[in-house]
């Protein structure tokens, strides 16, 4: 059975800093792209940022200079470090597995962790 599990949400004040984790069991891991997404209440779900399995990193705009991902393919884990966070940073972080053999389609989704930044 394929689980991804996320952890380390919880509520931050602007300007802190936050880890996430995710990880991965039951299927493969090292030879696979994984990413961040999130979805913030009423808007659809955004890619934060996602890592190759070479460790090639990309960012959505909003984040970069800001966040990091990495991964530990010992682990079978993917982080993501959020750094001066702001208040619309808030929302459900979801961690993803690409198909390798199609690396623009998501093949598994955790179930989410929640990130609240307060003001």
């Known amino acids: 059975q394929v689980q991804l599990v996320e952890s380390g949400g919880g509520l931050v004040q602007a300007g802190g800093s936050q880890r996430l984790s995710c990880v991965l069991s039951?299927?493969?891991?090292?030879?696979?792209?994984m990413g961040w997404y999130r979805q913030a209440p009423g808007k659809q779900r955004e890619l934060v940022a996602r890592?190759?399995?070479?460790?090639?990193?990309k960012y959505a705009d909003s984040v970069k200079g800001r966040f990091t991902i990495s991964r530990d393919n010992t682990k079978n884990t993917v982080y993501l470090q959020m750094n001066s966070l702001k208040p619309e940073d808030t929302a459900d972080y979801y961690c993803?597995?690409?198909?390798?053999?199609?690396?623009?389609?998501?093949?598994?989704w955790g179930k989410g962790t929640l990130v609240t930044v307060s003001s």
């Open positions: 039951g299927t493969f891991f090292s030879d696979n792209d």
């Open positions: 890592i190759s399995s070479s460790g090639i990193t």
């Open positions: 993803a597995r690409y198909y390798k053999w199609n690396p623009s389609q998501v093949a598994y």
